[in-house]
Structures are given as C-alpha cells and as structure tokens.
C-alpha cells in the first residue's frame, strides 16, 4: 500500500520523495537491533529534551519503572520515536542524508481503539507525507522519504482534534539512512519566531468597547462599567438610561437597581481631551438575564494556586484597571480554592488568615466598578482537599457568598466523587448542581454559576438545564502548546450547545507571568501560540479569565488581551460560537456569524511549519467580493470574490471579519 498523499506535491519536492509499497526487505529493517549500512536510529539521538512518551513509575513504586517497548499492529519495534501528540522534533540533517523510513500508528499499548492521531512529516519546511487520521488497533503506515540534498526533517503528531491524552502515537524503527562516511544528525534547535505585529490595545481617541450588552434581575443590585478606553480624564452621560440606574459621569460606573423586566438601548457617549466616543449598550432586566456574553476577568488559581490572598486580590482589581483591561470590559475578579477556613460550631464557612475581611474585599472591587467571583465544592471538600466544600452547607454558604457580595461561584466537583460515585449517572451528576441553582435563584444578588464538572459524562448537553452559565468543558489547561491546543481545537461540534446565558468554557488563559502558586515564568507559549490562544477562545465565545500576575503585566500580552476588535468577537451579543468549517488536523478554519452579517473567520496552523492556509467562501456560505479584515492588526485587508489565502506561521493564525457590516 502507497502511503496516501493530501493535495498535489509542488513540483521541486517530488524530486525528494518516493512512496515505497512496504517492503518485506524495509520492514526487517525498521524491526531489527541494530541500523542498517550508514542508519542512524532516531531513538539514538539527544532525545534528552525530546517531547517524547517516557517510562512512568507506578503509584507508591520507588524502582525506576523499566524503560518502554514499542509494538505497531502485533509486531514488536526495538527502536520508536514515541512522540507525544501536538508536538514535533526537528533534525538537522547536514544535507548529507538520503532517506528516512518509519512504521507510523498508534501503540498496541492503547488496546480501546480510541486514539486517534495524524502523522507529518516536513522536509525543508515542506510537508510531504501525511498519514491521515489513523485509530488505535489499524496496522501501521509506512513511511519512506527521500531526503537527498535535504538540511531538515521535522516528524509531527497531531492529535485529530480529540486533545492529546494517551495517544501514544510511535514513528516505528524511525531510522535516517546518511550518505557514507557523513555527520551524524543531531537534533535541530527550534526556529526562532517572528513576533506577529498586533495593534495597541489603547488608543488616545475615546472607543466604547465591548460588552455591549449586559443584564441583571429587577430589584438587585446593578452594576455595570461602561468600557470604554481612551486619554483621560474622560467624562461620561447616558441618554435612556432604565429607571433605577445612576451613572458617575466621572467613572462610567453604573449602579442601582432595575424596576422591571425590560429592554433598554442606552446611548452612552464618553468625552476626553482627544475627542468623544459614543455607542449603544443594551441593558436586560429579567429572571436570570445573566451572562448575555461570555464573562472577562481574571481568576487567581494559573497564577497564585494555593497563595492567593486578599492583597493579591486587590492588586488584580487595581491593575486591571491600570492596564486598561477593565476599559476593554475586563470586568471579574475572581478567588479560586484556598480562602476558605474552617466551619463555625454552627456551620457557618469563615475565610483562612490571607482573607481577613471578604466584605471589604467585596467592596474594594465594586468601588471601581468591578465584580467579584468566589469558589466551591459541592463536596465536602474542595480540590486541594485541605479547605471545606460545601456538602451540607449549600444554602449556609451561598447566604455567605451574597452578604460578603459575591457576583459569581466556581463551583468544582471534586470530592463530589464521594457523595456520587457512579459517572454514568446522570442524574447524580447533574444533583449538586440543582440544589445549587435553587439556592443561589432565592438570594437578593445575582450570581453567575461556574459548574467545574469535567471528565464525567457530557456537562456542555445539561450546563444550562442545572442553571450554569459557563461549564467547564476539560481538565486543567497548562501554559504549553499540546495543552492549549488540545483543548481548544477538541471544541469540534460541541458550539451548539452555548449562546447567550450559557457558555463553554475551556478554561481559564495561560499568557502573561504564570504559576500556579510557585515561581512565577512567562507563558511557555510562543506569542504565535498566544495569538492562537487567544483568537480560538473568541471564536469560540469562551470566557476569558486571565490567569496571569496583572502586576506585572507587560505591554504585548495588554495588546493581546486587550484588542478591541478581537474582543467584539467574544462578546458579540448575537452569541453564536465558532464550529470548524474545514481541517485536515494541520490546517483549520474556524468561523462564527457576528450581530452586525459580518462572519468572524480564524485560519489556524497547527503545523511545525509556516505554511498558506485557505478559507473558502463556499465553506463559509459566502458569495461574491467580500472585504476583508485583520483583528490583530486592524487593517483592511482588501477585498477577496472566492476564498482567502493567507500564509500562516508555525502554530500562529490569521483572523479576520469578512463582509460588510449590516446598517
Ligand atoms: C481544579 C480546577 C481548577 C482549580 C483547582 C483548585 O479542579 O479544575 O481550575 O479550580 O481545582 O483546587
């Protein structure tokens, strides 16, 4: 069997490949101990730094596990690259090799039939071989390349779209046949990246940004921030405002409380020295007019973990506020685990000594127009184990949670295991979050529900009946590439289920200085990384929770969480995520339909290589001259009648509007 090809080869790279039929004489050779004439093993090369499957001791085993075996298809490989998915290993070849031979599939060890993975293999920055999905349990796909002239070759696995875990994916017997008496290979350092050009998230002219739409229930507190950025001072006035809001004309903060269920179309207008802005902000009053857009803000647990504390708290807020994030409607700031401590005689939650007064704290981030999230479990225990959930105490808790005046609850299952320890129960999944919902709807604040219930059946088809407003759809992010895009690109299909009042979340963000409550380091991810990050969650209509030190904030990673025109997206009122109109597991092009007819349009590559990518009309259900315009940098782009090419780097995107906006 020829090992299938994707697209036609450009006409200089044919002259490096050849696709071998798998030959018994290549097949003894990629199975045997030792290389053939002038064969280097792949597996004997530096792999020290290799993003590689490696040994793993069992729980409690203090021995160092035995190192790993490899089997494709019931035949054992002495030799294997078992690269992990979503990453890849680039070799300098020295223009001194000739061929390249592999046994590419998933590991007999995954005996489920449920990996799914891509093999790709570069030459020169050129794809030219691609193994299309393949599954647990299918026999291997051979792999041979010519690589005569060649100076680089760069072996990738994706993980086809279903996130990284255990796919134990093996280039069998991978094997670089030099020339004689040639260098030996050696592993390739990454290829330094070109920072992507991203426009200023502030601008001396006064802008209203987004959200444009906000809603809360008549007879409780409202509060809202105009978000809007510009020179200061600025002043502000609202022509329509509902009866039973003020607005500080010196803040934007609006405050009071809705009279009524209504609809209200506020023409506000912000004023500074470099000119005015003025634009209109919808305001729901109803029963559960929460979330309207998916929630911006911050959350503790990526940068502090464990150590978050009153003062750090506060410092968010002021610096959110200092960044200009909170004038791109940046508004949440929330504590995750590890404020609480221990119960009164009469059950009653009272905070740990970093949070001395929740209150004040509460107060402190209202004061600039900011609301407050808190944590909890609807076990006994929250997921640090140490700290008490809410098992038992629900209505208790919640009372406490709106007297201190908490805006938002985390609510993370956890040691909820204990309690319902059947996952294929539905109903016993959906039941703490239930007893939360009625709770939380008899309090005289509003809360928006956070449900943490990830890994056990299918929270994004039940979020909303249990009343959430955002539902986590993954176990915890990192700040590395495999994670990130493991996630976000796994979100296939799954758009269906959130809009307006209920939203998928994939977890909170991983750029700016990260933690988890140990040293802090700037997110392993490439700025492309970040941009893809950041351009996926919009299309995608996540919530953006920054998990970075505010405090030390540098200007890029506020240029990219701080883009008016990429945060439109996310909070563009008409709610109606993004789904994948095309991909092949490098390449993908997401798109979501925006309020005003334009179709916000994200050209993604998941690849190791810069390389074009294509957004067709026909997949887009676009016809005829449409325009064309970069997000990240602000910028016409031109007009385009069929499709968009762009060429995209390494990892990176490209993402644009398309089509003229309705009036
Ligand atoms: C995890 C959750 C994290 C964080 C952590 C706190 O279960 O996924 O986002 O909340 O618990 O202990």
């Known amino acids: 069997m020829?090992?299938?090809?994707?697209?036609?080869?450009?006409?200089?790279?044919?002259?490096?490949?050849?696709?071998?039929?798998?030959?018994?004489?290549?097949?003894?050779?990629?199975?045997?101990?030792?290389?053939?004439?002038?064969?280097?093993?792949?597996?004997?090369?530096?792999?020290?730094?290799?993003?590689?499957?490696?040994?793993?001791?069992?729980?409690?085993?203090?021995?160092?596990?035995?190192?790993?075996?490899?089997?494709?298809?019931?035949?054992p490989y002495p030799h294997a690259l078992p690269l992990l998915a979503n990453t890849d290993l680039a070799i300098d070849l020295h223009g001194q090799a000739t061929r390249f031979l592999a046994d590419v599939g998933v590991d007999d060890e995954r005996k489920d039939g449920q990996a799914t993975v891509i093999f790709g293999v570069w030459v020169d920055g050129k794809k030219v071989a691609d193994s299309s999905l393949m599954r647990s349990g299918e026999p291997p796909k051979r792999i041979a390349v010519d690589l005569t002239g060649a100076r680089r070759l760069t072996l990738a696995v994706s993980d086809a779209g279903d996130g990284p875990r255990d796919d134990s994916a093996d280039f069998g017997g991978a094997v670089i046949v030099m020339a004689p008496g040639a260098q030996r290979p050696s592993i390739a350092a990454p290829v330094a990246e070109t920072k992507p050009a991203i426009a200023p998230s502030r601008t001396a002219r006064p802008r209203i940004n987004s959200p444009r739409v906000t809603g809360a229930t008549p007879g409780r507190p409202f509060l809202f921030r105009i978000p809007a950025s510009g020179d200061g001072p600025l002043t502000f006035t609202?022509?329509?405002?509902?009866?039973?809001?003020?607005?500080?004309?010196?803040?934007?903060?609006?405050?009071?409380?809705?009279?009524?269920?209504?609809?209200?179309?506020?023409?506000?207008?912000?004023?500074?020295?470099?000119?005015?802005?003025?634009?209109?902000?919808?305001?729901?009053?109803?029963?559960?007019?929460?979330?309207?857009?998916?929630?911006?803000?911050?959350?503790?647990?990526?940068?502090?973990?464990?150590?978050?504390?009153?003062?750090?708290?506060?410092?968010?807020?002021?610096?959110?506020?200092?960044?200009?994030?909170?004038?791109?409607?940046?508004?949440?700031?929330?504590?995750?685990?590890?404020?609480?401590?221990?119960?009164?005689a009469d059950g009653e939650i009272t905070t740990n000594e970093k949070f001395p007064n929740m209150k004040a704290l509460a107060d402190y981030v209202h004061a600039q127009g900011l609301k407050i999230g808190i944590y909890s479990s609807p076990?006994?225990?929250?997921?640090?184990?140490?700290?008490?959930?809410?098992?038992?105490?629900?209505?208790?808790?919640?009372?406490?949670?709106?007297?201190?005046?908490?805006?938002?609850?985390?609510?993370?299952?956890?040691?909820?295991?204990?309690?319902?320890?059947?996952?294929?129960?539905?109903?016993?999944?959906?039941?703490?979050?239930?007893?939360?919902?009625d709770i939380l709807k008899t309090l005289d604040r509003d809360i928006v529900f956070s449900l943490c219930q990830y890994g056990w059946g299918n929270v994004w088809e039940w979020g909303n009946e249990v009343g959430g407003h955002l539902w986590r759809m993954t176990g915890d992010i990192t700040d590395t590439w495999p994670s990130m895009a493991g996630i976000g690109f796994a979100q296939t299909g799954r758009e269906k289920f959130a809009g307006p009042g209920g939203w998928n979340d994939t977890d909170m963000l991983v750029v700016g200085k990260v933690g988890w409550g140990r040293e802090l380091r700037d997110s392993r991810l490439t700025a492309n990384e970040q941009l893809t990050h950041i351009s996926l969650w919009s299309l995608q209509a996540a919530p953006l929770l920054i998990g970075a030190d505010l405090s030390q904030i540098d200007a890029f990673t506020v240029d990219l969480l701080g883009n008016s025109e990429v945060l439109a997206v996310n909070q563009d009122p008409l709610g109606r995520p993004a789904g994948r109109v095309s991909g092949d597991g490098w390449f993908e092009v997401w798109a979501r339909p925006l309020a005003d007819g334009t179709t916000a349009v994200g050209l993604f590559n998941r690849s190791p290589e810069a390389a074009p990518v294509v957004a067709r009309w026909s997949d887009l259900k676009l016809t005829g001259a449409q325009p064309v315009r970069d997000l990240w940098q602000q910028k016409d782009l031109g007009t385009s009648s069929d499709q968009l090419t762009a060429t995209v780097p390494r990892h990176g995107v490209v993402f644009v509007r398309i089509g003229r906006p309705r009036q």
């Open 238 to 344: 609202a022509k329509g405002l509902p009866a039973g809001l003020m607005l500080d004309p010196r803040t934007g903060i609006m405050t009071g409380s809705l009279k009524q269920a209504s609809r209200t179309v506020v023409e506000v207008t912000a004023k500074g020295p470099a000119g005015s802005a003025t634009g209109e902000i919808t305001i729901v009053g109803g029963d559960d007019a929460l979330a309207l857009t998916p929630p911006l803000g911050w959350n503790s647990w990526n940068v502090w973990g464990g150590t978050v504390s009153d003062e750090k708290v506060r410092a968010a807020a002021d610096a959110l506020v200092k960044s200009g994030l909170a004038a791109q409607g940046y508004t949440y700031v929330n504590i995750d685990d590890a404020w609480e401590g221990p119960r009164t």
């Open 379 to 437: 076990g006994p225990r929250t997921c640090q184990q140490r700290y008490a959930g809410s098992y038992q105490h629900e209505a208790q808790d919640a009372h406490s949670y709106a007297t201190w005046g908490f805006d938002y609850l985390k609510y993370d299952w956890c040691s909820y295991t204990e309690i319902e320890p059947d996952r294929n129960n539905p109903a016993g999944l959906k039941k703490p979050y239930l007893v939360m919902r």
């Open 2 to 75: 020829t090992f299938p090809m994707r697209g036609a080869l450009p006409a200089a790279l044919a002259l490096f490949i050849t696709w071998a039929a798998p030959s018994d004489q290549d097949r003894a050779l990629l199975t045997a101990n030792d290389p053939p004439p002038n064969g280097v093993w792949i597996d004997a090369l530096d792999l020290t730094n290799a993003p590689i499957r490696r040994p793993r001791a069992g729980r409690g085993q203090t021995t160092p596990p035995p190192p790993l075996t490899f089997a494709l298809g019931g035949t």
